[in-house]
């Protein structure tokens, strides 16, 4: 198994771009979630889907859009880079919703708005 | 907001137990707490969890108070690749609710 994959490792934007980070995982895991890290502080959640055709908000979703037409696959949007939005992205999934589910984690994409 | 209260950094002399705190004093009957680690840039890594019980395994010992308003992560025999953000986290599990909250995490260093 590659685990959770991400892709690109690294990203320059400008003001107002477009782009949509990538997200796979090959362990047939219904939970995925994307986090934002920005620097010195912890993760926050942006969006998170329980399944195939299931999305939801977290903590900070504004200016992100998500999709989940596979159970394999989990885009994260960005409609109009804004600075604000430069940061480290993780992608991770779990088995289920169950609390006994650990959430395995992605490298990260280091996005970069100017 | 995170439903846990880390301390913001700890040292740890290399080869001795790290002992690294937690308070989740509104924890309800049915949230688990998790740790994981960050090492440098990485993705955070799973340590252990627990509801009640103190739970060890190859990594670690989590040690639960019988309150459950606060844990101990514990590294028996730190190393220098120890040297981490540890994050303390209470899986909020409501329906499709189930959220990972992450906190600011305690920045352990392990001093050689």
């Known amino acids: 198994n590659a685990g959770v994959t991400q892709t690109p490792k690294f990203q320059v934007l400008k003001t107002g771009q477009s782009m949509t980070l990538q997200c796979a995982q090959d362990?047939?895991?219904?939970?995925m979630s994307w986090y934002r890290q920005d620097p010195g502080m912890g993760l926050r959640l942006i969006h998170y889907s329980v399944g195939a055709g299931i999305t939801d908000q977290g903590e900070v979703p504004n200016g992100y859009n998500v999709s989940r037409s596979t159970t394999e696959d989990f885009p994260l949007r960005l409609l109009s880079a804004a600075p604000s939005q430069t940061s480290v992205y993780f992608c991770a999934s779990s088995l289920s919703l169950g609390q006994q589910e650990t959430q395995y984690f992605g490298p990260g994409t280091r996005l970069l708005v100017l | 907001d995170a439903k846990t209260t880390q301390p913001p950094s700890m040292d740890c002399a290399e080869g001795r137990a790290a002992n690294l705190p937690c308070n989740h004093s509104t924890i309800s009957g049915n949230e688990y707490v998790y740790w994981y680690r960050q090492i440098h840039s990485q993705g955070p890594q799973y340590i252990i969890h627990?509801?009640?019980n103190n739970e060890t395994n190859e990594m670690a010992s989590l040690i639960i108070t019988e309150d459950r308003k606060s844990s101990t992560l514990i590294l028996p025999h730190a190393t220098l690749r120890d040297t981490a953000v540890y994050y303390c986290i209470v899986r909020v599990n409501v329906g499709r609710d189930d959220k990972i909250i992450f906190g600011k995490g305690t920045r352990l260093h392990i001093l050689p």
């Open positions: 362990m047939n895991h219904e939970y």
């Open positions: 627990g509801l009640k």
